[in-house]
């Protein structure tokens, strides 16, 4: 049987436009399999990537998008179950996270909560550079490879028959915002029925909104911009008030304006979402004493900002940072949007580009002008 030759996308440093290549369909051993891509997001971090803000090096030219749903479409005999132990068999739905724990390493080992900060990870979508072979590294593309010999950190996670892919694309992001409310929680820092100020409207902002209230929030406030299709989406998605930045231009008012709206002494909880730097400052202001601010947003590094750490101390706040996840973590993402999926409005998060140059280079400018929520790649629309 001929197998067609795979396309994959590439870019060869930031800035640069994106690069279809096409390599051979690969051979798939014992331990490994093939999965034919359905839906890919556009994260924040991939855009910031292009902007050059990683703090590392990276291996270019390589392969992004690592918020993947896909259906296996070949697998070796050894490769029979997900990470949590679930069978796999061709036909399965499944996503891979982007950064995945070796399980072997003093984090992994010795803090297995912080598993996220594993020393030697497997990283899907940016550091498996396009020239290791076979070459499908990343999510925007036809298929991405997986090979748990060559890299025995990989984990698969199986999502249920009945769920889109559009909407496992999803479960990346969402897993983010779930492990930040965790992190609040195991510290103390988030109870049921606590009053939440998301600071940022994009993808990660839209879901947290989402995300606090299934853990417990009694009220959810949203500042972001633009009004179109963000802050509208917010309050879709259960924001009770949103503050548009577009016109609360300033740090004093818009904090005047969030206690307004929250009254009292000021919110129990406060996370930012934005990847702006001026978040913080402004966002432990929003805070009653005592509160706790929880930073998500600086997945990569965009900078620094004046700040008085007195405010801090003064506040008697607890000042938490959540980087990504752990693989444990995964599963309770695809079980809320599973069992959510009537709930909120998540396809209408997403806009859909196809898998060409023109798609790829529209889909990233459209989400760096913010007139998406969640740019989505769909290589293949009829498994979507
Ligand atoms: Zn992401
Ligand atoms: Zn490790």
Redesign the pocket.
């Known amino acids: 049987m001929t197998r067609p030759d795979v396309r994959v996308s590439t870019f060869a440093g930031p800035g640069a436009n994106p690069v279809i290549q096409t390599v051979p369909w690969p051979a798939v051993p014992e331990r490994a399999a093939l999965l034919k891509i359905g839906a890919c997001?556009v994260?924040g971090?991939d855009q910031h990537i292009l902007k050059g803000h990683w703090p590392k090096p990276l291996p270019w030219p390589f392969t992004l998008g690592?918020?993947i749903g896909a259906v296996i479409v070949e697998k070796g005999a050894g490769f029979t179950e997900d990470f949590m132990g679930k069978p796999l068999a061709i036909g399965c739905k499944v996503m891979i996270p982007?950064l995945m724990p070796c399980g072997h390493c003093y984090y992994c080992v010795h803090y297995p909560e912080t598993a996220n900060k594993c020393l030697s990870p497997v990283y899907y979508g940016r550091y498996l550079g396009f020239d290791k072979a076979p070459h499908l590294w990343g999510g925007w593309a036809e298929y991405v490879y997986v090979d748990l010999d060559m890299l025995p950190g990989t984990k698969v996670y199986k999502l249920p028959d009945d769920m889109s892919l559009r909407l496992g694309a999803l479960s990346?992001?969402l897993t983010s915002c779930i492990r930040a409310f965790n992190r609040a929680k195991k510290a103390g820092g988030f109870n049921w029925g606590d009053t939440v100020v998301i600071q940022g409207s994009g993808p990660i902002g839209i879901l947290a909104i989402a995300a606090a209230r299934e853990m417990g929030a009694q009220r959810v406030i949203c500042v972001g911009a633009p009004e179109r299709p963000r802050l509208e989406l917010a309050r879709r998605f259960g924001a009770e008030a949103t503050v548009n930045i577009d016109e609360v231009r300033t740090a004093e008012e818009r904090i005047g304006r969030v206690r307004e709206i929250v009254g009292g002494f000021g919110a129990d909880l406060v996370m930012d979402c934005s990847g702006h730097p001026s978040a913080g400052p402004e966002g432990i202001e929003m805070l009653r004493d005592g509160g706790t601010y929880v930073e998500m947003g600086q997945f990569t590094d965009a900078g620094k900002i004046e700040t008085s750490w007195h405010r801090i101390c003064a506040k008697d706040l607890n000042v938490l940072g959540s980087w990504a996840f752990t693989g444990n973590d995964l599963p309770l993402g695809v079980q809320m949007l599973y069992r959510t999926r009537d709930k909120y409005p998540y396809f209408d998060m997403q806009t859909l580009y196809p898998f060409t140059q023109e798609g790829l280079s529209q889909a990233v400018s459209d989400a760096m002008a913010m007139k998406t929520v969640k740019s989505t790649i769909v290589p293949f629309p009829e498994l979507v």
């Open positions: 997001g994260c971090t690592h918020e982007p990346e992001p």
